[in-house]
């Protein structure tokens, strides 16, 4: 998947040739460029950019000071990259375009973990996510410190409201997944959604399935939800959490809370990379 991604992206960005850089500098020339930090913040891409070097041009040498997940600020460098200079140019804007965004994602991440630090809560992601990218949006989220939900629609079973509207009810929606199931041999994992307590009592009494979510539930209504449902059920808030009010969340006892804001609405870290 890292490899479709990055070809993709060399094939969007360069086509048939990079002419701004084959017109200008020789074929024979070499340089070094730095990976500038120009504002505080989680760095994330390194492993990805020296991939990016590698596949492009497996000559390029990268020279690593700061790793994925450090703490940084502005003036630290994060590592030199050496050898053909046509090579380093070609590949600059994609390696930052990147590593911006994955940083971006790493820094809201770490930010939003402090504030549940403390408490037996994790963090998760969504699969709201940039259509092609997700894989390095969920990788920055980990080097952020949070957690993956299901990656995508294949590896998980999960009920939403509108799944559930259109199977009939919960009863049906669950009957249904476990008919599919055992029809197509798969043994995946089902979470489902409740939006209230009758949506909650209901799934409790059908049964059938490992989480449940409970949807735009209040910090209050969840102490009270949590004291009903299983141990051995696993329990996801989501829905209207900011983190002015995510601790009071996390603080109830719940399993995990998702927040799409990870990855939907990220500011990218401000990097460059500058020759030497």
């Known amino acids: 998947m890292l490899e479709e991604i990055i070809d993709n992206a060399l094939r969007e960005d360069i086509g048939e040739g990079d002419h701004s850089t084959l017109a200008c500098v020789p074929a024979n020339a070499t340089g070094k460029a730095h990976l500038l930090v120009k504002e505080p913040g989680i760095l994330a891409g390194v492993e990805l ?3 990016i070097f590698h596949r492009f041009d497996p000559n390029l040498k990268l020279e690593v000071m700061i790793k994925d997940g450090s703490v940084v600020k502005p003036g630290d460098v994060a590592y030199i990259v050496s050898g053909s200079s046509r090579s380093i140019l070609s590949t600059e804007r994609l390696v930052l375009n990147f ?7 790493a820094t809201q991440t770490n930010r939003i973990v402090s504030l549940i630090e403390g408490t037996n809560c994790k963090l998760l992601d969504t699969r709201k996510t940039s259509p092609g990218i997700r894989y390095l949006e969920k ?42 199931l055992k029809e197509k041999g798969k043994d995946l994992k089902i ?17 059938g399935f490992d989480r449940i979510m409970l949807d735009n539930f209040t910090p209050d209504q969840i102490r009270e939800a949590l004291k ?6 696993e329990t996801e808030a989501s ?30 870290l401000d990097l460059s990379l500058k020759s030497l």
């Open 49 to 51: 950019a020296e991939m």
């Open 191 to 207: 979470e489902i959604e409740v939006r209230d307590v009758e949506e909650l009592e209901e799934a409790l009494r059908v049964g």
């Open 139 to 180: 990788w920055a989220v980990r080097i952020g410190g949070g957690y993956n939900h299901r990656f995508a629609l294949y590896d998980m079973i999960m009920l939403k409201d509108n799944h559930i509207d259109f199977a009939g009810g919960i009863e049906p929606a669950l009957k249904r997944t476990h008919d599919y």
């Open 239 to 268: 829905g209207g959490i900011t983190e002015q009010t995510i601790r009071a969340y996390a603080e109830t006892g719940v399993n995990f809370i998702s927040v799409g804001a990870l990855t939907h609405s990220v500011k990218s």
């Open 228 to 233: 009903k449902i299983p141990f051995s059920i």
């Open 99 to 105: 590593m911006q965004r994955m940083s971006g994602i």
